[in-house]
């Protein structure tokens, strides 16, 4: 059937003049959108709000169908940084015997949290357990900081995350009792 199709766009493409570019555009999209089905890969997500399985925590649980090496978590956290101060991280790992970095070339790079682009530092962490790396993010500057928090605070349902290809909507349902009770900067 496509065979037959094709060949009467192509029959009018022969007999009509007017508009070349607009068939050209016609001729490629009947080329493309069936193939276009084929090239998307199936993805499924599980994700666990704020409070769910851990009370500083929501994360995304991501797998690609049929594909069990490519489970990936992206975790955001609240916690505490070395010099005391509350803190919001993101951390971004393979479950596998992956590294999801890097640890000679990870730099500090631009993350979007709903689009708004926000300077974070990033680096590659050891897991405890293995000789494999997973990648933790945090913003960098305090407007940036605050933007993510406040982001976190005013969203009904997710947080739109994305950095260097991952896009991932994060829970923000129990963000602010974690926030508000994760203890503040130490003293």
């Not at 009018?12 to 084929?38: A, D, E, G, Q």
């Not at 489970?71 to 015997?97: C, M, P, W």
């Not at 407007?143 to 969203?155: C, L």
Request: proline content about 2%; aromatic content about 16%.
């Amino acid at each position: 059937m496509f065979s037959y199709f094709a060949r009467d766009a192509i029959r009018w493409f022969s007999y009509t003049t007017r508009c070349s570019m607009f068939k050209f555009i016609y001729l490629l999209c009947l080329v493309l959108i069936p193939n276009v089905s084929h090239a998307t890969e199936q993805w499924s997500s599980e994700s666990y709000a704020w409070g769910e399985r851990d009370r500083m925590e929501a994360s995304v649980w991501l797998r690609k169908k049929g594909e069990p090496a490519s489970e990936q978590v992206v975790r955001a956290l609240i916690s505490h940084s070395k010099d005391g101060n509350q803190n919001f991280y993101v951390l971004a790992e393979f479950t596998g015997s992956n590294n999801m970095c890097d640890v000679n070339n990870t730099n500090d790079g631009i993350a979007k949290f709903n689009g708004q682009a926000i300077k974070m530092f990033a680096w590659c962490k050891k897991f405890n357990n293995s000789d494999d790396y997973y990648l933790q993010l945090a913003p960098e500057t305090k407007r940036g900081k605050q933007f993510v928090i406040n982001t976190f605070k005013s969203a009904k349902n997710t947080v739109l995350f994305e950095y260097e290809g991952l896009s991932v909507h994060i829970p923000a349902k129990g963000f602010t009792y974690a926030w508000n009770n994760a203890g503040g900067d130490a003293l």
